[in-house]
């Protein structure tokens, strides 16, 4: 992929202790140098692939995890099948051990298949590991994930979440998209997705500008994090990223938190329901739902209901748990008709 992209904005966090600040107040992503450079997983990961492994299995506990092998001509990047029936890899549940042997196995292969655990909760999988392998002064409930591969590339998407990704062992690339960068990506299905988040269809590696002219427009907004281990990345939620691991082995800890209640509904749920009921409307009806949903929702304002007497507000009140416990009951109750 040849581009003239930014790179992302870094700070060397070894010597920046007000680090959390610069994430809080942070609206795009942020690397950070050395951020998790002492943990000692990483440094067993400089000294070898064997090394770390050994360090991980001395946390392994016979656990089972979701694991994705590819053939060597993917080329590491995990995707659909040519006619979107299927994927181009075999996803299966195996022991963690079996996902070590099979790295070990191809450590020196030049055309290696592709082997990949995304998104593994790390208590689960290592249990104890976070107790010299953790990140202080994250948000309690902050979810601790462990990632680990060889040579694999990520689709780009986006996840809700607030998200700090720590480079264990190995190198990677992120390539990060604003939000509004959507129509230059060329996003896929949004229920047929090989992880459950929607991705974009270019293929970064070899973009094909016949078919998604667009993207270079896209790239003309993206950032890139060149990451050595020891680094961490801060991606703010609803940012596109595309991951490339870059070594034989790679392990990566990430840590996803959200800022909204977590009774708060899913936002994804809207844009379905959107689609059942107001993409095929009239032009002039789908204007009219456009500034109705200005109005109540993206400018909503305190004033938007302080006309009515504050005991008859109802769902147009202030959101909290009862509220969102009632809009969800209105809902089941109206999609079951």
Same mark, same amino acid.
């Given at each position: 992929? #040849? ?75 995990? !995707? ?38 995304? #998104? ?17 002064? $994250? ?15 990520? %689709? %780009? ?16 690339? !992120? ?6 960068? $959507? ?37 003309? #907004? ?26 034989? !082995? ?26 059942? #009921? *107001? ?7 789908? %204007? ?30 202030? $959101? ?6 009632? *809009?969800?009951?209105? *809902?089941?109750?109206? *999609?079951?008709?």
């Amino acid at each position: 992929m #040849s581009t003239a992209a930014a790179s992302v904005r870094a700070i060397n966090a070894a010597e920046a202790p007000a680090w959390r600040e610069a994430v809080r107040d942070a609206r795009e992503p942020l690397l950070l140098r050395g951020l998790v450079a002492q943990w000692p997983l990483v440094r067993a990961g400089r000294q070898s692939m064997s090394a770390a492994l050994a360090y991980l299995r001395g946390y392994y506990r016979d656990a089972t995890v979701g694991a994705w092998f590819g053939p060597p001509e993917i080329r590491g990047r995990f !995707f659909y099948n040519d006619d979107f029936s299927g994927f181009n890899y075999q996803a299966a549940m195996v022991k963690l051990e079996a996902v070590f042997a099979a790295l070990e196995r191809h450590e020196h292969d030049v055309d290696a298949p592709a082997v990949y655990v995304g #998104s593994t909760t790390i208590d689960t999988c290592l249990p104890g590991m976070r107790a010299e392998n953790d990140v202080a002064g $994250l948000p309690g409930d902050a979810l601790a994930s462990i990632w680990l591969g060889n040579r694999t590339r990520i %689709a %780009a998407h986006f996840d809700m979440p607030d998200n700090l990704a720590c480079v264990a062992v190995g190198r990677r690339r !992120f390539t990060l998209f604003p939000p509004d960068a $959507l129509p230059n990506l060329y996003g896929g299905p949004l229920e047929f997705t090989p992880a459950g988040q929607q991705i974009s269809l270019v293929d970064f590696a070899n973009p094909d500008y016949a078919r998604f002219p667009r993207f270079a427009a896209a790239l003309r #907004s993206a950032q890139i994090a060149e990451m050595e281990a020891g680094d961490a990345l801060y991606i703010p939620g609803m940012w596109w990223h595309h991951v490339e691991a870059l070594d034989a !082995f790679n392990v990566l800890v990430n840590y996803w938190w959200q800022t909204v209640p977590a009774w708060q509904g899913a936002p994804v749920n809207v844009l379905m329901h959107a689609l059942l #009921s *107001l993409r095929a409307l009239p032009p002039a009806q789908r %204007a009219a739902w456009r500034g109705i949903l200005d109005h109540y929702v993206f400018a909503a304002d305190d004033t938007a209901a302080t006309h009515i007497p504050e005991r008859g507000r109802g769902l147009l009140g202030p $959101l909290d748990a009862n509220r969102a416990r009632a *809009l969800r009951a209105l *809902l089941l109750k109206q *999609l079951n008709r």
